[in-house]
RNA sequence: GGGCGUAUAGCUCAGGUCCGGUUAGAGCGCACCCCUGAUAAGGGUGAGGUCGUUGGUUCGACUCCAACUACGCCCA
């Protein structure tokens, strides 16, 4: 018999590892299967009957929009949904996690009118209205199938949308609520309109050419100058503020200042003017004008309240007002303010109660409000009103400026900003401040901070313009009288118009005649005319989702409001929370949510954004087809999401490492444990050997660990966790040194089967702890576990038995670990030498440094080699003088020789029992002995 | 320009927080070594950081203060 066959003998004699668990993953080809068995098994339905009854917990899903397919940070969001959902229906509540698409809107109304080109011209809005359903039902479609890919669980066949008939009702009476409790009105506000197309515009469709403009400086005389003592006395005081767009000025109704700039009033000849100092000579400059003399400075603030005379109107005035949106990038700092013509001037005379004037019609011509040049075209005004500037004397320069203008993407032709009727939520009436008190008394915000950034949004932001003039959305059921241009909301026409949707959809109000949503005899509440027409505003898409409080979760007795969770990322403070918050509160007076997390963005390895024109843009479907969701999956919880996420090359290699190495570990596991029933093979806890206590108490401290950071929706302390225990706790130190007791003690010895307890309890926990996240690969290998759960997402989280917990056992370890440290460290320094190569061929003599580490290691003598992986000990006095073998660790002082024994050829220990048994083999006494008894 | 954030080894994260004080930790990756009975695996050792920059307070700051820079989200 030759060396080889001997040696090939005892390995059949070994308890070796089995299991068909595969090393390697094939993630991209074995998780589809898994999908598969998934809806085979009819899992979705299985896990949300069992959670019937329970505590609730409902996650609520912010709805992405049903447009293209889901990019990286989409992924991103639901994994992290997913994740929390199967964590808290494996943590013992009811979760039914409803998905949802937001479904209205300009992004796919566009899409279609891109689609049409020309021919839209033709189409109805009904008939692109039901152009726009397709296009979103295709890409819900879509979506829906990638996120199941993603191994996101919820309920796919019933999922929310708001275009459905269910949920447009839900709309209508939230709107309707709103409506009754008096927080809508109708107001004016400035929109991009494409006088050609005789359309509002939506920023998206606004797109930037170069054009020359006239650049003027205009005069407006200080009427009031003896308000203030140090005016007084000044000859032909005005203000001279900078315009492009001169056809504005007759909708002037201010000049504004920034309050802390420093302006000046300067002499040039004989006339006095105000204007920003560090603007001063520039603006003389470029009008040619002669040096200027500083009279006097004051901050902007002196100068609020006093009047100038209006250039274009006679008898009018212009108000002096302060804004904190003038800059000094341009003109004069004093700027020239038409409420009905600028966001700005707008939003600055919503402050000091100016009214919104608007004298040019859709047409872009001027209306009765301006009889001078009535019927023209402001871009044919434009020269007229220079010259009339001139005659009158107010004109003080002026100089062409070629700079970009806005453009409409339909006619390109330049657009102008006018204010028009809009319907407006009041938040004044109460619902920011109830709003605000809800963000501090009722939501947890995490991040603590998302608590600031939406708070001093709510707290600033202008009143909500609800309405858009577009065709795809939910309409605002408005009664506009063709007599007197009146439009009414009518609680009873929006009564009938909610009866209807709840059969036929919204299209009903674009298809049938206004007089099906009339109760009999209704007349114009101004003129008490019949002649009506139904109005074509829809509502705002954040209106859509903002109502899903009302429109979903109200509506599903699983569900109802408010929700455990919101989670998105954090640009919906502005968005969806916000958007729910007031709807909510305006209709329920409550928030709709108890706790509301947010997550960053997916940003490249440089931490900088992804875009298209930067090329830096990741598809998660490519990371799946490469590498698997799970990763995909494991990345998500690797990173600390509430700061931006960083995607790289790297780090994706980084995570399959990380996954291999789980995976592997899973394996080992899986493997020692081919021949063992847990039911009659499971050693009773006290009957387990020290060291397996031990790590017992290691996998009570993670599982311990695991479950609070869940709770705490820490994730990426998860990974770090998991990961960790894997790789230390398990393959560096007890997996590496119990192989000897699984592999060469007989296979029922209590060595073996206590160690084997151990590696059960690790697998089982660490795969239910990890279910949430490795969604896939933690199912498959509970199959070769063979429970009587078919799968282990139906199983629930692991919680530590408290007999395993054992603080005294846990740190007369971590001093044993300490002096392992120190040996390996030893054994390194011998190797070098060559003088060994395994640790199995060295011998080791201790030195201890303190009496409490000899104590350790006199009363740990039994385990020591199994600790050290080494072929015998001795714990000597004196420690020798450092070098040739010799080591000072920092707990004791190593001299490493090789053993002087011969080599058991079964379990490669040096012992001095080998070959001194009956048989005559070259085994030790503990192999000779296990093989006599295995036969 | 405003609001809210982030910035610790090549990568992912700890930590020190509120009470500033000896050599700032882990895992991965990397280098080298060992093993070949977890094997497209496993073990060991080691080298990596002026804690974004610049000032200030202090006997002493990565930790306190200020300014700045870069990046992100939302506004303007």
């Known amino acids: 018999?030759?060396?080889?066959?001997?040696?090939?003998?005892?390995?059949?004699?070994?308890?070796?590892?089995?299991?068909?668990?595969?090393?390697?993953?094939?993630?991209?080809?074995?998780?589809?299967?898994?999908?598969?068995?998934?809806?085979?098994?009819?899992?979705?339905?299985?896990?949300?009957?069992?959670?019937?009854?329970?505590?609730?917990?409902?996650?609520?899903?912010?709805?992405?929009?049903?447009?293209?397919?889901?990019?990286?940070?989409?992924?991103?969001?639901?994994i992290l949904k997913d994740v929390i959902v199967r964590y808290k229906t494996m943590a013992g509540f009811d979760t039914h996690y409803v998905p949802g698409w937001d479904c209205h809107g300009l992004p796919i109304e566009q899409r279609v009118q891109n689609d049409l080109g020309p021919d839209i011209l033709k189409k109805s809005p009904l008939e692109i209205r039901l152009l726009c359903e397709k296009h979103a039902e295709k890409y819900i479609g879509i979506q829906r199938d990638q996120f199941k890919r993603l191994g996101v669980t919820g309920l796919w066949q019933r999922p929310y949308l708001t275009m459905s008939h269910e949920y447009e009702v839900g709309i209508l009476e939230a709107f309707r609520e709103i409506v009754a409790r008096g927080y809508v009105y109708r107001g004016h506000k400035p929109v991009y309109w494409d006088p050609i197309w005789k359309t509002a515009l939506a920023e998206a469709e606004v797109e930037y050419q170069e054009i020359t403009s006239p650049s003027i400086y205009v005069r407006f005389p200080v009427l009031d100058a003896d308000q203030r003592p140090w005016l007084q006395g000044l000859k032909n005081l005005s203000f001279v503020i900078w315009t492009t767009t001169p056809w504005t000025l007759p909708a002037n109704l201010a000049v504004c200042l920034h309050p802390d700039f420093e302006y000046v009033v300067a002499q040039i000849g004989d006339e006095h003017i105000i204007c920003a100092e560090y603007l001063l000579s520039g603006f003389c400059e470029a009008c040619q004008l002669p040096a200027p003399k500083i009279v006097s400075r004051h901050r902007g603030a002196e100068f609020e309240g006093l009047h100038c005379a209006h250039p274009m109107i006679e008898h009018k005035q212009s108000l002096v007002i302060l804004g904190p949106h003038v800059t000094l990038e341009a003109g004069t700092g004093c700027v020239h303010t038409a409420p009905g013509h600028g966001m700005e001037d707008y939003l600055v005379a919503l402050k000091y109660g100016l009214p919104i004037f608007v004298p040019v019609d859709e047409d872009g011509r001027f209306t009765d409000d301006f009889p001078m040049m009535k019927g023209m075209s402001v871009w044919k005004a434009n020269p007229l009103i220079v010259d009339h500037l001139k005659e009158k004397g107010l004109l003080v320069g002026h100089v062409p400026l070629r700079h970009q203008y806005p453009h409409s993407w339909r006619s390109h032709k330049p657009i102008i900003y006018r204010a028009t009727s809009q319907w407006f939520m009041d938040l004044s009436k109460g619902v920011r401040d109830r709003a605000l008190e809800a963000i501090d008394r009722e939501v947890e915000w995490i991040p603590a901070w998302g608590r600031d950034r939406i708070y001093n949004m709510v707290e600033m932001r202008p009143e909500w313009c609800l309405s858009r003039q577009r065709s795809w959305g939910v309409p605002i059921p408005a009664v506009h009288c063709d007599d007197c241009g009146d439009a009414t909301l009518d609680l009873a026409?929006?009564?009938?118009?909610?009866?209807?949707?709840?059969?036929?959809?919204?299209?009903?109000?674009?298809?049938?005649?206004?007089?099906?949503?009339?109760?009999?005899?209704?007349?114009?509440?101004?003129?008490?005319?019949?002649?009506?027409?139904?109005?074509?505003?829809?509502?705002?898409?954040?209106?859509?989702?903002?109502?899903?409080?009302?429109?979903?979760?109200?509506?599903?007795?699983?569900?109802?409001?408010?929700?455990?969770?919101?989670?998105?990322?954090?640009?919906?403070?502005?968005?969806?929370?916000?958007?729910?918050?007031?709807?909510?509160?305006?209709?329920?007076?409550?928030?709709?949510?108890?706790?509301?997390?947010?997550?960053?963005?997916?940003?490249?390895?440089?931490?900088?954004?992804?875009?298209?024109?930067?090329?830096?843009?990741?598809?998660?479907?490519?990371?799946?087809?490469?590498?698997?969701?799970?990763?995909?999956?494991?990345?998500?919880?690797?990173?600390?999401?509430r700061n931006d996420i960083k995607f790289s090359k790297q780090i994706l290699e980084r995570m399959s490492d990380a996954y291999r190495r789980i995976r592997n570990t899973i394996k080992f596991l899986l493997g020692n444990l081919w021949d063992f029933n847990p039911a009659s093979d499971a050693l009773p806890y006290p009957s387990l050997l020290e060291m397996d206590r031990w790590a017992l108490h290691e996998l009570a401290v993670l599982i311990d660990r695991v479950r609070k950071a869940y709770d705490e929706f820490e994730f990426h302390k998860i990974f770090h966790l998991i990961h960790g225990f894997c790789t230390v706790e398990m393959s560096a130190v007890y997996l590496d040194i119990v192989k000897d007791r699984l592999y060469c003690q007989g296979p029922a010895d209590r060595e073996r089967r206590s160690a084997q307890t151990v590696l059960h309890e690790v697998l089982d926990a660490l795969l239910r702890l990890l279910a949430p996240i490795l969604v896939f690969t933690t199912d498959e290998a509970w199959q070769y576990l063979k429970r009587p759960e078919p799968s282990v997402h139906l199983t629930d989280m692991p919680a530590a038995e408290a007999q395993w917990r054992s603080p005294d056992l846990a740190a007369r370890w971590h001093r044993l670990l300490d002096v392992r440290s120190d040996v390996s460290r030893g054994l390194e320094a011998v190797r070098r030498t060559k003088q060994i190569g395994h640790s199995l061929d060295a011998e080791v003599h201790l030195y201890p440094h303190s009496d409490e580490v000899r104590n350790l290691l006199e009363t740990s003598r039994s385990i020591l080699d199994e600790w050290f992986i080494t072929s015998g000990h001795q714990i000597l006095g004196t420690p020798p003088a450092e070098g040739d073998g010799v080591f000072r660790g920092d707990h004791v002082t190593v001299r490493v020789v090789r053993s002087p024994h011969a080599k058991c050829e079964r379990c490669w220990q040096h012992r001095e029992s080998v070959g001194r048994n009956p048989e005559g083999t070259s085994l030790c006494a503990r192999c000779s002995d296990v093989v006599r008894r295995i036969g």
């Open 1 to 78: 018999m030759s060396v080889e066959e001997t040696t090939k003998n005892y390995s059949d004699t070994l308890n070796l590892p089995r299991t068909d668990f595969p090393m390697r993953a094939q993630l991209s080809k074995r998780e589809p299967e898994i999908l598969a068995r998934w809806q085979e098994l009819d899992l979705y339905e299985r896990l949300d009957r069992r959670n019937e009854g329970r505590q609730r917990y409902i996650l609520h899903d912010g709805p992405p929009y049903a447009n293209g397919d889901i990019h990286l940070g989409t992924a991103l969001n639901k």
């Open 493 to 641: 026409v929006i009564d009938r118009l909610i009866a209807i949707v709840a059969r036929e959809g919204t299209n009903a109000w674009f298809q049938r005649p206004i007089a099906d949503f009339l109760p009999d005899g209704w007349a114009c509440p101004k003129c008490g005319s019949r002649r009506v027409e139904a109005g074509k505003d829809i509502l705002d898409v954040w209106f859509d989702s903002g109502s899903s409080h009302i429109a979903c979760l109200e509506k599903d007795p699983r569900l109802g409001s408010p929700a455990a969770l919101y989670l998105e990322g954090s640009d919906q403070h502005r968005g969806w929370f916000q958007a729910s918050l007031l709807i909510a509160i305006a209709t329920r007076d409550r928030a709709p949510f108890r706790t509301v997390l947010t997550h960053g963005f997916t940003v490249d390895e440089k931490g900088e954004a992804m875009h298209k024109s930067k090329g830096n843009v990741v598809d998660p479907r490519d990371i799946i087809k490469e590498v698997g969701a799970d990763v995909l999956r494991l990345w998500v919880i690797s990173e600390d999401y």
